[in-house]
C-alpha cells in the first residue's frame, strides 16, 4: 500500500485521482479547503482510515508549511499529487492583483511550501515521486488564459530547477537511485531457459531509477468543473477525456527514469 498526498481532492482531475488510488488499495492524504465536501464525497474512505483529511485554503498559504511538517510527519509520503487550481479567463491588462497572487499562490506558492516539508520530512531517504499539473496555456499564445499560462510556466520552471537541485544532492549519498528488486532478479537468475532469463533480468531492471523524481503534466481543456465559463475557448479545441489525464498522471508517476520533465497533451490545438 502506498500513501499519495492529493491537493483539489475533492473536485475534477484531483478527485478522480483519489478515486483510482481507493480502487488500488491505496491511502490517500487530501489537503483540502472544504471538509464538509470531502465527508460528503468519501464518507467510507474516512472511516475505514484509507483517507486522511487535513484542511487548508491553498489560496492563502502563511503557515503552509508548518502545518504539512506537522500533519505529514506520521505518514511516509510516496507519490504527491498537486492538482489543486484556478483560472480567471481574461486578458492580462484586465487581470487583478488579488487574481495574479490567487494563481500563483495556488499553482506554484503551494507547491512549493509543501515540496519543502516533504523533503525536510523526506531527508531524501525514500522514494518520492511527484506529478503537478500544469498546462498547454503555459506553452502558447492563448490570451484568454495567458496570465493562467504564466503562473503554469512557473510550476514547470519551478519543477526542472528543482529536480536539478535535489538529484544533484543525492549525488553524494549512497545508492541514490532505487536498486532492481532483489526477489525478481534472483527469481530471473533463476530461469533455465536463456531466453525467459534475459527478458525476466530486462523487467526486473526496468523497476530501478531516480528514488527522487518530480514531473509535470500538461493538458489542454478537460471536462472539469474548473472548465465553467470558457465556452467560448472550447469552441476552438476539444476536450481532453479525464480518464487520459488520469492515466498519464499515474504513468509519470511510476516511471522510475523521468525527473524534471513536463509532458504536453496538446489534443491538436494550435495557439
Same mark, same amino acid.
Request: aromatic share 8%.
Given at each position: 500500500?502506498?500513501?499519495?498526498?492529493?491537493?483539489?481532492?475533492?473536485?475534477?482531475?484531483?478527485?478522480?485521482?483519489?478515486?483510482?488510488?481507493?480502487?488500488?488499495?491505496?491511502?490517500?492524504?487530501?489537503?483540502?479547503?472544504?471538509?464538509?465536501?470531502?465527508?460528503?464525497?468519501?464518507?467510507?474512505?474516512?472511516?475505514?482510515?484509507?483517507?486522511?483529511?487535513?484542511?487548508?485554503?491553498?489560496?492563502?498559504?502563511?503557515?503552509?508549511?508548518?502545518?504539512?511538517?506537522?500533519?505529514?510527519?506520521?505518514?511516509?509520503?510516496?507519490?504527491?499529487?498537486?492538482?489543486?487550481?484556478?483560472?480567471?479567463?481574461?486578458?492580462?491588462?484586465?487581470?487583478?492583483?488579488?487574481?495574479?497572487?490567487?494563481?500563483?499562490?495556488?499553482?506554484?506558492?503551494?507547491?512549493?511550501?509543501?515540496?519543502?516539508?516533504?523533503?525536510?520530512?523526506?531527508?531524501?531517504?525514500?522514494?518520492?515521486?511527484?506529478?503537478?499539473?500544469?498546462?498547454?496555456?503555459?506553452?502558447?499564445?492563448?490570451?484568454?488564459?495567458?496570465?493562467?499560462?504564466?503562473?503554469?510556466?512557473?510550476?514547470?520552471?519551478?519543477?526542472?530547477?528543482?529536480?536539478?537541485?535535489?538529484?544533484?544532492?543525492?549525488? $553524494?549519498?549512497? +545508492?541514490?537511485? /532505487?536498486?532492481?528488486?532483489?526477489? @525478481? &532478479? =534472483?527469481? #530471473?537468475?533463476?530461469? *533455465?531457459?536463456? %531466453?525467459?532469463?534475459?527478458?525476466?533480468?530486462?523487467? $526486473?531492471?526496468? +523497476?530501478?531509477? /531516480?528514488?527522487?523524481?518530480?514531473? @509535470? &503534466? =500538461?493538458? #489542454?481543456?478537460?471536462? *472539469?468543473?474548473? %472548465?465553467?465559463?470558457?465556452?467560448?475557448?472550447?469552441?476552438?479545441?476539444?476536450?481532453?477525456? /479525464?480518464?487520459?489525464?488520469?492515466?498519464?498522471?499515474?504513468?509519470?508517476?511510476?516511471?522510475?527514469?523521468?525527473?524534471?520533465?513536463?509532458?504536453?497533451?496538446?489534443?491538436?490545438?494550435?495557439?
Amino acid at each position: 500500500m502506498r500513501t499519495f498526498l492529493i491537493t483539489g481532492a475533492t473536485s475534477g482531475i484531483g478527485e478522480a485521482c483519489a478515486r483510482r488510488c481507493f480502487a488500488h488499495g491505496d491511502r490517500v492524504v487530501a489537503l483540502c479547503r472544504n471538509l464538509e465536501k470531502a465527508q460528503q464525497l468519501f464518507g467510507p474512505e474516512l472511516s475505514s482510515g484509507q483517507l486522511v483529511v487535513f484542511e487548508h485554503d491553498l489560496a492563502h498559504n502563511e503557515g503552509l508549511y508548518e502545518q504539512c511538517l506537522k500533519e505529514l510527519a506520521p505518514y511516509q509520503i510516496d507519490r504527491f499529487i498537486h492538482c489543486a487550481g484556478l483560472i480567471y479567463l481574461k486578458p492580462i491588462h484586465r487581470t487583478t492583483h488579488q487574481e495574479w497572487l490567487s494563481m500563483y499562490e495556488l499553482h506554484l506558492f503551494a507547491l512549493s511550501e509543501i515540496m519543502r516539508a516533504l523533503v525536510r520530512l523526506s531527508r531524501l531517504h525514500h522514494e518520492l515521486s511527484v506529478v503537478a499539473l500544469s498546462s498547454v496555456s503555459a506553452h502558447g499564445g492563448l490570451l484568454q488564459s495567458a496570465a493562467y499560462g504564466m503562473s503554469k510556466e512557473s510550476v514547470e520552471h519551478y519543477i526542472r530547477l528543482l529536480n536539478k537541485q535535489l538529484n544533484k544532492q543525492l549525488n $553524494a549519498v549512497p +545508492q541514490k537511485r /532505487l536498486a532492481p528488486p532483489t526477489e @525478481a &532478479l =534472483a527469481a #530471473a537468475e533463476a530461469m *533455465t531457459d536463456p %531466453a525467459q532469463r534475459e527478458h525476466a533480468l530486462v523487467l $526486473a531492471k526496468t +523497476q530501478a531509477g /531516480l528514488r527522487l523524481r518530480i514531473n @509535470a &503534466l =500538461a493538458p #489542454a481543456m478537460i471536462n *472539469t468543473p474548473m %472548465a465553467g465559463g470558457s465556452e467560448d475557448i472550447l469552441d476552438e479545441m476539444y476536450y481532453i477525456p /479525464l480518464e487520459v489525464i488520469i492515466h498519464w498522471i499515474f504513468e509519470i508517476l511510476e516511471n522510475p527514469y523521468m525527473s524534471g520533465q513536463t509532458v504536453v497533451l496538446n489534443n491538436d490545438f494550435v495557439y
